[in-house]
């Protein structure tokens, strides 16, 4: 099924962000949560967009929402939906887009969904501001059948229940049901099943690929956990301390990583491969402060592969995203040069000994 509304000025990919940059003047200084980053999505397919905690996931999925205090925050760049600028939208040019075109779905369900209101009145108010014609009863009716879509039993029943009634699973259910009611053509879901059960988190992430493939809309994920990636996307994006680290196509990227911070996501998560005798391996240290990043790559004070890098570069100079060793749309910022033999020498036979030996 494509889009209803449909009303695409361009054929670039549907989003498209450019040299995003968000800052936060604060007493400490400015803090660089999002630096000079680019991706695109196009519709029907799925952007994973990964890192560690702090590394401006959130910060730069909120802004293509317009969703940042124009006070308290200097965004530059582009961002485009639909080949329509969205960066310096007015409010009042922003909100029927928000929720209509563009829908998030937050980190955390209990805060997006309000205490005092009945989530099926939640879900109908969501509904009606962007359908203002549809009578309470269409309302009702189409919220209803979004909380039978997205699995909650009885949902007649439930329709009349506060968010406390439900269960954290069950509330994450009535936000998704909240971010696609008005069937999105992007839909930005932030780590849409973080504190849930396997079972639950499995059957949301099977909902929302369903609701994709039907509306054949754009989504990005946000996560922590490679394993979610590797199920869902199309495309990586690799983010730390606020840049880009490694973006391309999820096949490619998962197998012949360049990075070593990618690296070290994998070494932690070692399900990936779905290897037996894999290790677990954190990543050494924390990630670093944006009111005062490292010089030189951001991962250096982490990063156990300096030394096969020439001179000091890695300390004294920020590495562009280049092309990867294999071509395709795959880039990394690193100053490693040969960093496929080094991932297959070296990173693998510790991360999933079989598939070492299998690629020899
Ligand atoms: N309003 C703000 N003022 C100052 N700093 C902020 C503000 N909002 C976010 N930050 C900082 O921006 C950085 C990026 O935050 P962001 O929420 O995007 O991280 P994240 O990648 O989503 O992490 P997590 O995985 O924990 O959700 C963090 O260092 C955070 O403290
Ligand atoms: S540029 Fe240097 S410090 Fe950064 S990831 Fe590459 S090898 Fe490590
Ligand atoms: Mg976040």
Not at 34 to 52: A, C, H, Q
Not at 72 to 85: H, L, N, W
Not at 202 to 225: C, F, K, M, P, W
């Amino acid at each position: 099924m494509t889009h209803p509304n449909n009303d695409r000025l361009t054929d670039e990919p549907f989003l498209v962000v450019e040299d995003l940059t968000v800052k936060f003047p604060t007493a400490d200084g400015l803090v660089n949560a999002v630096s000079g980053l680019s991706y695109s999505v196009e519709l029907g397919k799925t952007l994973g967009i990964v890192g560690e905690s702090g590394s401006g996931k959130s910060v730069s999925s909120m802004a293509i929402l317009g969703l940042h205090d124009a006070k308290r925050s200097q965004i530059t760049g582009s961002i485009r939906v639909g080949g329509k600028e969205l960066l310096g939208l007015s409010e009042d040019k922003m909100r029927p887009i928000r929720g209509n075109q563009v829908a998030m779905i937050f980190q955390d369900a209990l805060a997006a969904l309000h205490p005092f209101f009945r989530v099926g009145a939640q879900l109908s108010e969501a509904y009606m501001v962007h359908n203002p014609k549809a009578s309470k009863r269409d309302a009702r009716k189409v919220a209803i059948e979004m909380l039978d879509r997205v699995g909650i039993p009885q949902p007649d029943r439930r329709y009349s229940d506060f968010p406390h009634q439900f269960s954290g699973g069950m509330r994450q259910r009535a936000m998704i049901a909240m971010g696609l009611i008005n069937n999105p053509q992007l839909l930005i879901a932030d780590e849409p099943t973080t504190a849930l059960d396997v079972t639950v988190q499995a059957q949301i992430l099977d909902l929302l690929g369903d609701l994709q493939r039907e509306y054949n809309s754009a989504v990005v994920i946000i996560t922590h956990d490679l394993g979610v990636i590797a199920e869902m996307a199309d495309d990586v994006l690799v983010m730390y301390a606020g840049r880009a680290v490694e973006y391309g196509a999820a096949k490619e990227l998962l197998t012949h990583p360049e990075m070593p911070y990618t690296w070290g996501l994998l070494s932690s998560v070692p399900d990936v491969s779905a290897d037996t005798d894999a290790r677990l391996i954190p990543i050494p240290g924390n990630p670093p402060s944006l009111l005062r990043p490292p010089s030189g790559c951001a991962f250096h004070p982490r990063c156990v592969h300096t030394s096969k890098v020439p001179g000091d570069l890695c300390f004294t100079e920020l590495p562009e995203l280049v092309p990867g060793q294999r071509g395709g749309m795959h880039v990394k910022r690193c100053h490693l040069v040969n960093p496929d033999e080094i991932y297959r020498a070296e990173v693998l036979p510790e991360i999933a000994p079989d598939l070492a030996e299998e690629n020899q």
